[in-house]
């Protein structure tokens, strides 16, 4: 399947920082990728869909000017947190739509960021 | 409007039996279905997928699921479990004619193999 790698996999920080995160497509170009965010023994919560060239879209609730996302080209896009606070910490994923290769439609997704606000 | 059911958070089964985990979905057209597995503190990664033509539908790692249009279902399956199989299982849809929207996932189901 697709490679989609994601950068860094861990990260803590006090409290007020920014934290960048990237989103990687390695083997496959990806017109639109998602973010999204898991709380411990939940499942995935959709916070915004990203298409290259364009602004994200972001689900009802999710504060964009909080949460940047930037997707500068076909193979990556970034999420930043800005002002971080310790309720931003979060598993964040995310994920990229397969654009050719024969597979369209499937989502493969990345490893994931653990994010820790102290 | 899209969703998916999952209706047990956990199955447990003895290594060597058959596992089911089970899987509805609503849509209002036709579904592309998909099932992920979560290792701790891991992503998802890809099972399967069904998008058209036959019903049973064969994935990683020995999976199968078979889509039944008429109980809106897509169940997961193997006919012999392992330990490792030992994950969190996600279902997830989204509708043919949805454009490019994202996946609708369940809740999640916590699959446990016994040895």
């Known amino acids: 399947g697709a490679v989609v790698s994601q950068h860094p996999s861990r990260v803590i920080c006090k409290s007020g920082t920014s934290v960048k995160i990237e989103c990687r497509s390695l083997?496959?170009?990806?017109?639109?990728m998602f973010w999204y965010r898991q709380f411990p023994k939940q499942s995935l919560m959709l916070m915004a869909t990203s298409n290259e060239g364009s602004k994200a879209t972001y689900e009802q609730g999710v504060e964009k000017d909080k949460f940047l996302i930037n997707h500068a080209s076909l193979t990556l896009s970034t999420l930043t947190v800005t002002s971080a606070h310790p309720e931003d910490s979060s598993f964040y994923i995310c994920?990229?739509?397969?654009?050719?290769?024969?597979?369209?439609?499937?989502?493969?997704f990345g490893p994931g960021t653990r994010l820790t606000v102290l | 409007a899209q969703s998916v059911a999952q209706p047990e958070d956990q199955v447990n089964v003895a290594e060597g039996n058959p596992l089911t985990v089970k899987c509805t979905y609503s849509v209002s057209g036709n579904p592309y279905l998909f099932w992920y597995v979560q290792y701790p503190n891991r992503g998802l990664q890809f099972l399967l997928k069904y998008i058209t033509g036959d019903n049973l539908v064969k994935g990683s790692y020995g999976f199968e699921a078979e889509f039944n249009k008429s109980q809106t279902s897509f169940h997961l399956k193997k006919p012999s479990a392992l330990v490792s199989d030992s994950a969190l299982y996600f279902c997830?849809?989204?509708?043919?004619?949805?454009?490019?929207?994202?996946?609708?996932f369940g809740k999640g189901t916590r699959l446990s193999v016994i040895a």
């Open positions: 997830a849809v989204r509708d043919v004619f949805s454009g490019n929207t994202p996946l609708v």
């Open positions: 994920s990229a739509r397969v654009l050719s290769r024969g597979e369209t439609d499937t989502q493969y």
């Open positions: 083997d496959f170009q990806a017109t639109t």
